[in-house]
């Protein structure tokens, strides 16, 4: 019987003990997406709640991804400082009290200050959980225990999208920010008890200037790359923000590789097959999470659902996507895993290709078998990259790698939703104009329209002044609904390019080798 510094007298080397390991992981990753982009279904409610508009209330989900990516290749360092165990509990203690902030704030600057925090407790725990999961279970079986964890985010972002849908529509905004918080208390509290402690520090001295000279690259890009959404942002500030995170990035990169104990150990990049790994992440991030930020709003505008409608057709993607994470982590253990990515990347593309074709006559089943279908990619495209980093480092630098891997993710993400978002904007103005240059008012079918809608109002009561104006309102209606529609489907072209480019990376390497098993 082993105690290995565990709370309870647990035997770590029993077959049951990694399920439990696997157990308390999976509550924590439902946890986590109450913190995530989940969150931005109460955007609407929160303008309405503080009397702001959106480019303010935005800082709700800019504020968590900031800090959020700033404390990722933090990871190594941290968990080899205060170990695993202690920084899972202190990550789960950190949300579970900001998130209550969160639900107790009287203005939106308060909210805004813990999403903040609660990006710095969070930003380690998805590469952590990754590391405890690879710890307990066995090497032949790490792809399937990193899939394992996809069941737990899938269940999150179920009961958050229907109870916290419910609790948002019918009670009140302030609920869905204390649904986790249950959750979050179990997680620690079982980690605490159970977790193995594996702490690696080994008296190294902080890397203080390290940290800041980070902090001066990743502030002013993540700043640029929320400030690139809005319009009305002027050219200069986006230049000197840019400016500003290219000084940092030189900075920091010039003292972490001269420092003898860096805080993120960027030699990693060395590696040849880790930079591949790190470019098929970021480009899968990118078309990720542009299409996370196109599809539910296509989902209302063009297809016409409530917001309620539009979670419900989500959420049986959600469902069946939780299993798709152990089964490419499985398929991952046996094949090669970039084989695996490129299968799962050319279905991406494939399903993004589709999307390009949808519209408003195209039935519902068909769009939810592609929401079903892109979910269960997406998830699963997550594990075999994962097993890919784990694979190629030493065991000492899994925890590093981890971190490095999750920032140059959160960087995709971040410029997925920007870019994602400027096209699907520059593409509607486009095809508006086009439309409004193009059209014909003296044709015959302009006039056949208008008489055809004229004589409708006129049969239910509206005046013949009224009605002609309401004809035209209505044809010039339809007209925006097109040119949303094509903007729409340019969004899609470019995440199918996305992915399509984040293949390229993974054909290499099959083909060259050098990967390890």
């Known amino acids: 019987m082993r105690k290995n510094r565990l709370r309870l007298p647990i035997d770590t080397q029993a077959p049951h003990y990694k399920w439990i390991v696997a157990a308390i992981v999976l509550t924590a990753g439902a946890t986590q997406t109450f913190a995530g982009p989940t969150i931005n279904i109460a955007i609407p409610r929160l ?120 609790l ?41 200037w390290g940290l800041v000279a980070l902090g ?8 640029a790359i929320s400030f690139g959404r809005d319009d009305q942002t002027a050219t200069s500030t986006l230049v000197w923000l840019s400016l500003g995170a290219l000084a940092g990035g030189g900075l920091f990169v010039v003292r972490e590789l001269m420092t003898p ?44 659902l409530s917001p309620l409608q539009a979670g419900l057709v989500i959420v049986p993607a959600l469902i069946i996507s939780g299993l798709s994470g152990i089964v ?50 997406m998830t699963g495209s997550v594990t075999p990259l994962a097993l ?36 699907f904007e520059r593409s509607r103005v486009a095809h508006q104009l086009a439309a409004y240059n193009t059209y014909n008012v003296d044709s015959p079918v302009h006039q056949d329209t208008i008489t055809q809608v004229t004589g409708v109002l006129q049969q239910a009561g509206v005046s013949d002044a009224a009605a002609s104006q309401m004809a035209l309102g209505a044809i010039r209606r339809q007209m925006d609904v097109e040119a949303i529609t094509s903007a729409f489907q340019d969004s899609f072209l470019l995440v199918c390019a996305c992915f399509l480019c984040a293949s390229l990376p993974m054909f290499y390497m099959l083909f060259r080798g050098g990967q390890k098993n």
């Open 47 to 166: 303008m309405a709640a503080f009397g702001t508009d959106l480019a303010q209330t935005q800082w709700v989900a800019t504020a968590w991804l900031l800090t959020r990516t700033l404390v990722m290749p933090l990871l190594g360092w941290l968990g080899g400082m205060l170990g695993n165990r202690n920084l899972f509990v202190g990550i789960m203690v950190g949300f579970v009290i900001t998130t209550a902030g969160c639900g107790l704030s009287t203005s939106l600057p308060m909210m805004i200050t813990f999403r903040l925090l609660q990006g710095l407790v969070m930003g380690t725990a998805e590469g952590l959980t990754a590391v405890i999961m690879v710890t307990v279970f066995p090497p032949q079986q790490r792809g399937m225990a990193l899939g394992l964890r996809a069941i737990g985010w899938s269940a999150g972002q179920v009961i958050f999208y229907t109870a916290g849908g419910y």
């Open 216 to 223: 001066t690259f990743l502030v002013p890009l993540l700043l």
């Open 328 to 377: 490419m982590g499985r398929l991952a253990d046996i094949f090669p895993p970039p084989a695996v990515v490129i299968i799962v990347m050319l279905a991406l593309t494939a399903i993004f290709y589709s999307f390009s074709s949808v519209s408003a006559l195209t039935a519902l089943p068909v769009i939810v078998i592609y929401v079903i279908l892109y979910r269960v990619c």
């Open 388 to 423: 890919l980093a784990v694979r190629q480092l030493e065991a000492d630098q899994v925890r590093m790698g981890q971190g490095l891997l999750g920032v140059t993710r959160s960087i995709g993400s971040s410029l997925g939703v920007t870019v994602t978002s400027v096209v």
């Open 261 to 304: 104990y860096p805080t993120v150990n960027l030699r990693l990049f060395r590696l040849p097959i880790f930079r591949i790994i790190c470019i098929t992440a970021f480009f899968n991030n990118l078309g990720l999470f542009g299409a996370l930020f196109i599809v539910p709003i296509f989902l209302q505008q063009v297809i016409g």
């Open 168 to 208: 948002l529509e019918e009670v009140s905004w302030r609920l869905i920010f204390f649904i986790g918080i249950p959750t979050g208390v179990i997680a620690a509290v079982a980690g605490f008890l159970v977790l193995p402690q594996q702490r690696d520090y080994k008296g190294e001295p902080v890397d203080y």
